[in-house]
């Protein structure tokens, strides 16, 4: 017997069945002895059409009104659920994040989570009530409603496992775990039963889009142990049969490589004759950063006159826009060409295990070279190797990758 965060995303609760079928998840872990909190989204497709609405009531909405509007997805979800509950001769209620209360910066849109009161909601738990919480928002110090930016249901579940002392967090979703790689693309993509929290945060940022980023790095930081499993097939979460998400010292077979991942949502920045004189790089991605624009993979050239240099990098490609119109105002670039691509993707592969490997990367080049794939940048990490790419070679690298770390079988242990 213990506490079990349970969160079901906009998929998984689509319509009144789906809600329906998550509930009975719900009454088969108390069954089992289980207290369980619930953490909602919104039904598919509803958060989407309320942003739509913002919009067409005005491009530039006030920040606080558009998460007025867009929090209310979860509430209605979060009290069906609770009737659903009912019905099943469970006592539950729902929760909104303010009634907990959830208290959040006021960074409208994209709030952060300050501190969860989790106090009179853990009485009722202990007295046998299933409590089951909006998830994707929060409460500011002026008392008015923010959400966590997309996906943030995630992160509100995680929030609350922490915050309850739960001995597992469980997000049900529309795939049945973390994947070696997109089975849309490698149809042999293995699920992983296990992967650590600095692997998955890696993924996660990197393109694989099961959990929101900020959900992870806070599993990590308060160590709350997470499975990604499926709300479409029979099992439930303490059968284990999705990916857990812990404590590397937890896995027991470390792979050097785990997983594969790619972004399209990347743009290439080359700037051509930058001055090569001490602090300029310092004046040029200062810039960047104050537009909180996230500069990933970084090259400079060797500068063949000693007094111009390249300088290439790369940005979401939702940001390129914002960098181009930083760089141009930029003093030091008035005689410097500035070039944009978008015809790129990022491929990465992930391993925990690559930090005591070598070759890893060699293994990478080589098996990219035969097919041909021209490299554009590189960068690496402790834990993760990504290459920039033309777009076009998106599944063929990633189909090469993966067949070249052996993924597809689990791997033999020497
Ligand atoms: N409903 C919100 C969204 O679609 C939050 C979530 O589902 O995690 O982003
Ligand atoms: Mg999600």
């Not at 006021?106 to 969860?116: C, E, F, L, P």
């Not at 853990?122 to 409603?145: H, K, M, P, Y």
């Amino acid at each position: 017997m213990g506490r079990l965060v349970m969160k079901f995303g906009g998929t998984s609760v689509a319509d009144i069945a789906r809600i329906e079928a998550a509930a009975e998840k719900v009454v088969a872990e108390i069954a089992r002895g289980h207290q369980v909190a619930v953490v909602v989204s919104a039904m598919a497709g509803v958060t989407n059409s309320l942003i739509g609405y913002c919009r067409d009531v005005s491009p530039l909405h006030d920040a606080r009104e558009y998460d007025a509007v867009v929090s209310s997805g979860e509430n209605v979800t979060s009290g069906l659920m609770a009737l659903a509950l009912q019905k099943r001769g469970v006592q539950a209620r729902s929760w909104q994040g303010w009634q907990v209360p959830i208290k959040c910066t006021d960074m409208h849109g994209k709030a952060r989570i300050v501190t969860i009161d989790a106090t009179a909601m853990a009485e009722r738990l202990d007295s046998g009530e299933v409590a089951v919480l909006a998830g994707f928002q929060g409460v500011t110090s002026r008392n008015r409603i923010t959400t966590l930016g997309r996906g943030g249901s995630d992160t509100t579940a995680v929030a609350l496992a922490a915050a309850l002392g739960a001995d597992r967090c469980d997000i049900y979703t529309d795939v049945s775990g973390v994947f070696t790689t997109d089975p849309r693309i490698v149809p042999q993509a293995r699920k992983l039963d296990r992967i650590s929290y600095e692997e998955m945060l890696e993924m996660a940022s990197l393109g694989a889009k099961v959990l929101q980023t900020r959900s992870v790095e806070m599993a990590m930081k308060q160590n709350v142990p997470v499975q990604v499993l499926s709300s479409m097939e029979d099992p439930i979460g303490s059968t284990f049969p999705g990916t857990l998400v812990t404590k590397e010292e937890d896995i027991l077979e470390q792979e050097i490589v785990n997983g594969i991942t790619y972004s399209k949502d990347e743009a290439k920045i080359t700037l051509r004759g930058v001055p090569d004189v001490p602090g300029v790089a310092a004046r040029i991605f200062g810039p960047l950063a104050d537009a909180a624009i996230n500069v990933d993979m970084i090259v400079q050239n060797i500068s063949d006159d000693r007094k111009t240099t390249d300088i290439t990098f790369t940005v979401t490609a939702t940001d390129l826009h914002r960098a181009l119109e930083a760089l141009r105002k930029c003093e030091d670039l008035k005689d410097t060409k500035i070039i944009a691509d978008e015809d790129v993707v990022k491929v990465s592969i992930v391993g925990i295990g690559m930090r005591s490997h070598a070759g890893v990367a060699s293994t990478m080049f080589r098996a990219l070279s035969e097919k041909g794939i021209n490299i554009e940048v590189i960068s690496t990490s402790e834990i993760k190797i990504s290459v920039l790419l033309l777009k076009e070679y998106t599944e063929l690298a990633v189909r090469t990758l993966h067949i070249a770390y052996g993924l597809e079988k689990k791997a033999e242990i020497a």
